[in-house]
């Protein structure tokens, strides 16, 4: 019996990209929460006018933020500059390369 390597390894990326994306949604909306739930206590605390003023209280969400661009990026950056076809002709080429060294 043969294994079809490209069903297998198709099956396989889909099911990853399915959990990155779930990944990153889960870190959005976490990242939502806490940032709004933190600008609203300081905003509180300190007084409307004078929390939306203070930078302080934007330096989790700015830095935060970043983290969850490159989060971002490592999910759905890659497909912008590395497409599907680049994809699979690399992972054609590194299987031929493998059975090509498998037989010699």
């Known amino acids: 019996m043969k294994t079809n ?34 600008f609203v ?18 330096s989790t969400i700015f830095f935060w933020g970043i983290g969850l661009f ?6 759905f950056g890659p497909n912008f500059i590395f497409g599907k076809k680049w994809e699979e002709r690399k992972v054609r080429e590194y299987m031929e390369k493998e059975e090509k060294q498998r037989w010699e």
Do not use: M, P
């Open 70 to 75: 490159a989060h971002w990026a490592s999910v």
């Open 41 to 58: 206590v300081t905003t509180l605390d300190e007084g409307f006018i004078s929390g939306l003023s203070n930078l302080s209280n934007y």
């Open 5 to 38: 390597y490209k069903e297998n390894f198709s099956y396989k990326s889909a099911q990853k990209r399915v959990k990155d994306i779930k990944g990153f949604c889960v870190h959005l909306i976490i990242y939502l929460f806490v940032n709004i739930a933190i």
